[in-house]
């Protein structure tokens, strides 16, 4: 990652910052900001919600990273509640990385010069909750971040910048969040100072090549053979941290980690073909998925042969 100095990045500024943010992709911006020298007034997050099996009440990380750093931290049930707290701190610019809810205008004019949003895809695309597993499960050749202006519709404010990549069509949902988080970072800082010196100008998106993606479900995880095979090796790559690709192989609930698509269909949608020992293929509405590796219910993920020595019997 580029290193920009303390001195040159706030040169022209000493405006300090409040940081939006909730997912583990945000807690990356907000530590980069933090070892880059910016002072963050507060941190906005959504409460404290239930984790795990034994559903424990859990901070976000962006919750934890703050009390590090003695950073106040709001966590409010409505967006409402944040007026007068934020009135109080004084001049601030916002960052907004993945919070996880529609900020209102009365709140966004609070700032100066608004709030900036660090944005996963190369808007007028994939607007909305879900552009990095978009991307892989509609097998693009480049993807990228936008940094934009925050606007009370989702994801329609308009572009100071944006950074692109191009895919390989092997990543997975959890490398492609970590190389668009570095991008992300990087092009954040190389273009916060200018945005807060007013030296750069967003321009608006056009409206008419606008995309959008939906929040995902742990339905979205079930793989529907119906599909073709190439689709569903897709969402594998894309799901593999959520909601995780699940179906259910001789007789066993599974997550599907690790598949690749093998040509030519022997039967229905859905049916098997496996010697017992080293393979397992799905018949699907166009070619086969194999099966490399998979973790069944409560178990390690491990390749087929090891599922098929254990559960095959």
Do not use: C
């Amino acid at each position: 990652m580029t290193h920009i100095s303390k001195t040159a990045q706030h040169s022209g500024n000493n405006i300090p910052l409040v940081f939006f943010g909730t997912e583990d992709f945000s807690a990356l911006f907000l530590r980069a900001l933090i070892e880059h020298g910016y002072e963050i007034k507060a941190v906005v997050t959504k409460p404290d919600s239930p984790k795990g099996r034994r559903q424990q009440l859990l901070p976000p990380q962006v919750k934890r990273i703050a009390k590090e750093h003695s950073i106040p931290v709001f966590q409010p049930q409505l967006l409402s509640e944040l007026e007068a707290p934020l009135k109080q701190l004084g001049p601030a610019t916002g960052v907004l990385v993945s919070y996880g809810k529609i900020i209102p205008q009365k709140i966004i004019d609070l700032f100066t010069p608004g709030i900036v949003n660090v944005h996963p895809s190369l808007l007028p695309a994939y607007r909305g909750p879900s552009p990095i597993e978009a991307s892989i499960i509609n097998g693009d050749t480049k993807t990228g971040v936008s940094i934009m202006q925050l606007s009370e519709k989702m994801d329609a404010g308009p572009v100071y910048s944006q950074a692109t990549i191009l895919l390989n069509g092997r990543e997975t949902q959890a490398s492609l969040y970590d190389s668009l988080a570095k991008l992300g970072i990087k092009e954040l800082l190389n273009t916060l100072p200018r945005i807060i010196s007013k030296q750069l100008e967003p321009a608006q998106q056009d409206e008419t090549k606008a995309t959008y993606t939906k929040l995902l479900t742990k339905a979205d995880g079930v793989l529907d053979w119906q599909k073709p095979a190439l689709h569903l090796e897709r969402e594998v790559r894309g799901y593999n941290m959520w909601p995780r690709s699940r179906t259910r192989l001789l007789d066993h609930d599974v997550i599907v980690t690790k598949a690749h698509v093998e040509s030519g269909a022997k039967g229905e949608p859905g049916t098997l073909d496996t010697d017992n020992e080293s393979f397992i293929t799905v018949n699907t509405s166009e070619a086969r998925l194999r099966i490399d590796n998979l973790q069944p219910a409560g178990k390690k993920e491990m390749p087929i042969q090891a599922f098929l020595r254990g559960y095959s019997k």
